[in-house]
């Protein structure tokens, strides 16, 4: 197995348990310890941990090392902002070209992002939500615009982990989704474009708020 393939498979790992809050912002990610637990040489490590803080996931901090990325507010209002249109353009490019399937599995989310929210298990909610947007943004006939939305989606996961969620909020978001769905129903780009900029642009104000 090359050294490549062994390092997307510690970022495809290491990844996953930060966008499920095993490791915390600031977690130290230490080479000989990755390299221990995936029975890899220190190489394969260091290209991974490099690809994690390309991605934003993680963190180089000078003589410590690499580190689960910090939730920092500015950085997350410039990307939302760029979430903002980037995710609106693919919105709008994606709905003519979702299948009867790819509608199904948008409704069959929304009642399990309603399930998840009755159960306040606001972790399961965050993770479907993303997928929701991302099931949408693989319809999009841009392939750099998927690429680029998909990258955005996966910056923000810090940021998710370290805001609280409410039944209100997630409840409020949730009707944003299907007010979406609905537009993509009825083939209606430029409403599922103007729709998902303003469900952006409800956590852009929310940020603003906080300030």
């Known amino acids: 197995m090359s050294s490549k393939v062994k390092a997307?498979?510690?970022?495809?790992?290491i990844k996953e348990e930060i966008i499920t809050g095993k490791l915390q912002p600031?977690?130290?990610?230490?080479?000989?310890?990755i390299a221990n637990r995936f029975n890899v040489s220190r190489t394969?490590?260091?290209?991974?941990?490099?690809?994690?803080?390309?991605?934003?996931?993680?963190?180089?901090?000078?003589?410590k090392g690499?580190?689960?990325a910090m939730f920092?507010?500015?950085?997350?209002?410039?990307l939302y902002q760029v979430r903002?249109?980037?995710?609106?353009?693919?919105?709008?490019?994606?709905?003519?070209?979702?299948?009867?399937?790819?509608?199904?599995?948008?409704?069959?989310?929304?009642?399990y992002m309603d399930t998840a929210i009755s159960e306040l298990n606001f972790e399961a909610y965050?993770?479907?939500?993303?997928e929701?947007?991302?099931?949408?943004?693989?319809?999009?006939?841009?392939?750099?615009?998927?690429?680029?939305?998909?990258?955005?989606?996966?910056k923000t996961v810090t940021f998710r982990r370290a805001s609280s969620s409410t039944i209100k909020t997630s409840k409020s978001s949730n009707e944003s989704h299907k007010k979406i769905v609905e537009a993509i129903h009825d083939n209606n780009p430029k409403l599922a474009r103007r729709l998902t900029e303003d469900h952006v642009e409800i956590i852009l104000k929310s940020l603003s708020v906080e300030d």
């Open 44 to 63: 394969p490590v260091r290209e991974a941990l490099n690809i994690l803080v390309n991605i934003g996931l993680a963190q180089e901090i000078p003589y």
């Open 8 to 13: 997307y498979e510690i970022v495809s790992a």
């Open 132 to 154: 929701f947007h991302e099931l949408i943004y693989s319809f999009c006939p841009n392939s750099y615009l998927r690429d680029l939305t998909k990258e955005l989606l996966l």
């Open 126 to 130: 965050g993770k479907l939500q993303d």
């Open 84 to 111: 903002k249109v980037l995710e609106g353009l693919a919105t709008e490019l994606a709905t003519p070209e979702i299948t009867k399937e790819g509608k199904m599995q948008l409704d069959e989310m929304l009642v």
């Open 72 to 78: 920092d507010k500015h950085k997350i209002v410039e």
């Open 66 to 68: 690499a580190q689960v």
């Open 26 to 33: 600031k977690e130290r990610l230490k080479e000989e310890d």
